[in-house]
């Protein structure tokens, strides 16, 4: 099994289109087989005003087709709390993080 219940993920789903909105999920898996995990979590979405990630405040439950190539997946540290996520831009990079010592580094990837 690729995931394990109960470890922690962040998603970033692919842009077929240069103004379709960046879109992220933040969340923890359920169940994981056959290349499709169910995670329950939160959706990050882009305001188009002020290029900063909003977090939908509803709890979602999504299936995730890992092999479809339309997401990337990073294993997030048991120790993250997700209810702290935020996003911080620091000059022309992105980074995810709890408050705590942990961040996760988006610098790689254009998010505008």
Known sequence: MILSHGE?????HRRHFE??????FI???DVCEDGLARVTGHVYTVDPVSYAFIRRPELRTRIIALASGDVL??????SVDLEKIVYLQEAKSVRVTDGSGWH?????????
């Open 8 to 12: 922690k993920i962040h998603v970033i």
């Open 19 to 24: 103004k379709e909105p960046q879109r992220h």
């Open 27 to 29: 969340g923890i898996v």
């Open 73 to 78: 997946v990073n294993v997030l540290p048991p």
């Open 104 to 112: 996760l580094d988006l610098s790689e990837m254009t998010w505008r």
